[in-house]
Nanobody
Framework: QVQLAESGGGLVQAGGSLRLSCTAS????????MGWYRQAPGKERELVAS???????TYGDSVKGRFTISRDNAKNTVYLQMNSLEPEDTAVYYC??????????????WGQGTQVTVFT
């Protein structure tokens, strides 16, 4: 049974920073792709960022230059450093993982989600 445990969400003022973490447990030793999706109220779920075990990264257009994804393969953990946060970044952020890829179709495994709220 694979589980994705997220942490690091919260309330932050615009221009501030947050760091999200997600650790995979269970039969997670062969995850090739890990990353984050987000969903704001009334909007579709969108890819924020993904990273392969090789280190190759992909970012959504709206976060390029502000967010950085990284991973520790030994710990099956992925991190999302979010800088210069904007109110438009307010959403529930979901950890996502798969043996192959997270886009264009999301991966198979999901975390429970963590709320990020950016206020002015």
């Amino acid at each position: 049974q694979v589980q994705l445990a997220e942490s690091g969400g919260g309330l932050v003022q615009a221009g501030g920073s947050l760091r999200l973490s997600c650790t995979a447990s269970g039969s997670a030793d062969s995850f090739y792709a890990m990353g984050w999706y987000r969903q704001a109220p009334g909007k579709e779920r969108e890819l924020v960022a993904s990273i392969h075990s090789s280190g190759v990264t992909t970012y959504g257009d709206s976060v390029k230059g502000r967010f950085t994804i990284s991973r520790d393969n030994a710990k099956n953990t992925v991190y999302l450093q979010m800088n210069s946060l904007e109110p438009e970044d307010t959403a529930v952020y979901y950890c996502n993982a798969d043996r192959y890829s997270l886009h264009p179709v999301p991966g198979f495994y999901w975390g429970q989600g963590t709320q990020v709220t950016v206020f002015t």
